[in-house]
T-cell receptor
Framework: DVKVTQSSRYLVKRTGEKVFLECVQD?????MFWYRQDPGLGLRLIYF???????EKGDIPEGYSVSREKKERFSLILESASTNQTSMYLC???????????FGPGTRLTVL | AQSVTQPDIHITVSEGASLELRCNYS??????LFWYVQSPGQGLQLLLK??????LVQGIKGFEAEFKRSQSSFNLRKPSVHWSDAAEYFC???????????FGAGTRLTVKP
């Protein structure tokens, strides 16, 4: 079974802090994704990566950056957390473009 | 770019009743279509997917979906709903030539005893 793990299920940070969300997949997938999920808005793509050190912006990249130094790991960075970044963050991976994505359990981030 | 609409935000059905969740997509070519389910506090789990071939697709947990190109729809069905089916359901559309999978806003299913 594909497994996608995220470093924290719940996280509470203060405004202005730098926040790292880690995601690891164990199936050698090329593609990895970061989404945020808010009620009524579904999933919105923040960034995705199609190879090591390669990344592309999604729909809402402002305030976020990413890092993919190894194929299995994809990190989401909030350089200076703000209250409007309070949300559920979901990481996913896929083998092929357009194919089924496998999701981690999510990190619920609260920024105070 | 592709897009997807789930017209129903919230649906309530009685346990044992049939279920149909609607999904409409927009894409110029043949899309890749998916239904995912999300239980509270969890990530998304794939129920079923359509790439090509038979337009009626069977999935896990007794779900099925039918691709209708003429209606740009991919509705999810289940003949008899169980209380454990209460969750949020997301329709998604992808394409073979990009990584831009689009998700609908979701439909929350409540099951009455």
């Amino acid at each position: 079974d594909v497994k996608v793990t995220q470093s924290s299920r719940y996280l509470v940070k203060r405004t202005g802090e730098k926040v790292f969300l880690e995601c690891v997949q164990d199936m050698d997938h090329e593609n990895m994704f970061w989404y945020r999920q808010d009620p009524g808005l579904g999933l919105r793509l923040i960034y995705f990566s199609y190879d090591v050190k390669m990344k592309e912006k999604g729909d809402i990249p402002e305030g976020y950056s990413v890092s993919r130094e190894k194929k299995e790991r994809f990190s989401l960075i909030l350089e200076s957390a703000s209250t409007n970044q309070t949300s559920m963050y979901l990481c996913a991976s896929s083998l092929f473009r357009g194919d089924e994505q496998f999701f981690g359990p999510g990190t619920r981030l609260t920024v105070l | 770019a592709q897009s997807v609409t789930q017209p129903d935000i919230h649906i309530t059905v009685s346990e044992g009743a049939s279920l149909e969740l609607r999904c409409n997509y927009s894409y110029g070519a043949t899309p890749y279509l998916f239904w995912y389910v999300q239980s509270p506090g969890q990530g998304l789990q794939l129920l079923l997917k359509y790439f090509s071939g038979d337009t009626l697709v069977q999935g896990i947990k007794g779900f099925e979906a039918e691709f209708k190109r003429s209606q740009s729809s991919f509705n999810l069905r289940k003949p008899s709903v169980h209380w454990s089916d209460a969750a949020e359901y997301f329709c998604a559309v992808g394409a073979s030539n990009n990584n831009d999978m689009r998700f609908g806003a979701g439909t929350r299913l409540t099951v009455k005893p």
